[in-house]
């Protein structure tokens, strides 16, 4: 996703859904994932940032490559 596609509300969105997750996951969690979750949440259409945290932890959190301290062998 490239925020030149994005209207005015969903920068503003993206911005506020990464202050959260960053705030969140960010000493865990590598920037990588927290970019990529932020992208996918203003692409499905979602209006507000409620619910993005379980979201994170669903479909991001528990994944390896999203660790910090992640090793590829």
């Known amino acids: ?3 030149a596609t994005l209207t005015e509300d969903q920068l503003l969105l993206r911005q506020q859904v990464l202050v959260k ?3 969140t996951f960010g000493t865990t969690c590598t920037s990588k994932a927290i970019y990529a979750c932020a992208d ?3 692409a499905k259409g979602h209006k507000i ?3 993005v945290v379980p979201y994170f932890r669903a479909y991001y959190e528990g994944q390896e490559s999203s ?3 992640y090793q590829k062998e």
Do not use: D, F, R, Y
């Open 1 to 3: 996703m490239t925020t």
């Open 21 to 23: 997750l960053l705030h």
């Open 40 to 42: 996918e949440w203003i």
């Open 49 to 51: 940032t409620n619910g």
């Open 67 to 69: 660790k910090v301290n």
